[in-house]
């Protein structure tokens, strides 16, 4: 996969760092704050599948920062709650999200950029996360699992290579079968997957992070795949 990318050198005190952007905006894609209560991200195709891609693309870039604006996306209707902006960061990297006002305030020149992808390498990588989870669920390292923070009105998923792998591929699912819904057709949000599993273990209620697929409206663009984008118009025979 090639995305259209910004991308920026801010610094914050002796240190610069490497932040890309995806170009244009995700509209259509939504993030409510999940460390309080339930989080949830719905998108449409569009938005979800490029989503995906940046998850791959931080999945192996562990210089670099990609920060996902999603504040000023299109409201939507539901959930009730705090939207955020989206920023994905490897854990060896050590950013703080403390920092990352001072970090933001620097987004202001970025170079235009193409950011490329390799969907095999990342569905491979996946699976070996997601086999062992299955085996070892409850000896997993910590440091293997994404952790979220939110600060600034931002959700930081600090992770590593084989968890934001299999967070890419489960939104790229959600991206190619919600459509497939039948309530996609009539507008409602498809619960389709989640990344709750790739966050840390808790012996009590732990953070949720849901995704969902929504068609943005009006629904008058939105076909189902498999169904012809246009009505055949009735010939002069046709009853």
């Given at each position: ?6 991308e ?9 760092f ?88 620097g ?43 939110v600060h ?75 169904r ?12």
């Amino acid at each position: 996969m090639r995305l259209r990318a910004e991308e920026f050198r801010p610094r914050a005190g002796r240190y610069a760092f490497r932040v890309v952007q995806p170009r244009p905006a995700l509209r259509h894609t939504t993030l409510v704050d999940p460390i309080r209560d339930w989080g949830y991200l719905v998108g449409d195709h569009d938005g979800l599948a490029r989503l995906a891609g940046l998850f791959s693309f931080a999945a192996y870039s562990p210089h670099t920062v990609v920060h996902v604006p999603l504040r000023q996306s299109i409201p939507r209707d539901f959930p009730q709650g705090v939207p955020v902006d989206l920023v994905l960061v490897h854990q060896t990297l050590g950013l703080r999200p403390s920092i990352w006002p001072a970090l933001r305030r620097g987004l202001t020149q970025g170079a235009p950029r193409t950011v490329r992808t390799d969907e095999r390498r990342t569905a491979r990588h996946a699976a070996d996360w997601e086999n062992l989870w299955e085996r070892r669920w409850d000896r997993l390292p910590r440091t293997g699992r994404v952790q979220p923070a939110v600060h600034a009105r931002t959700l930081f998923l600090s992770g590593a290579r084989d968890t934001f792998a299999a967070a890419s591929v489960r939104i790229s699912e959600v991206a190619g079968f919600g459509p497939l819904d039948k309530r996609a057709a009539k507008g409602y949000d498809v619960l389709r997957s989640s990344l709750t599993t790739l966050l840390p273990l808790s012996r009590g209620r732990g953070t949720e992070l849901d995704i969902g697929f929504q068609a943005y409206p009006p629904l008058a663009h939105f076909t189902p795949p498999g169904r012809s984008a246009r009505r055949r118009r009735p010939t002069a025979a046709s009853p």
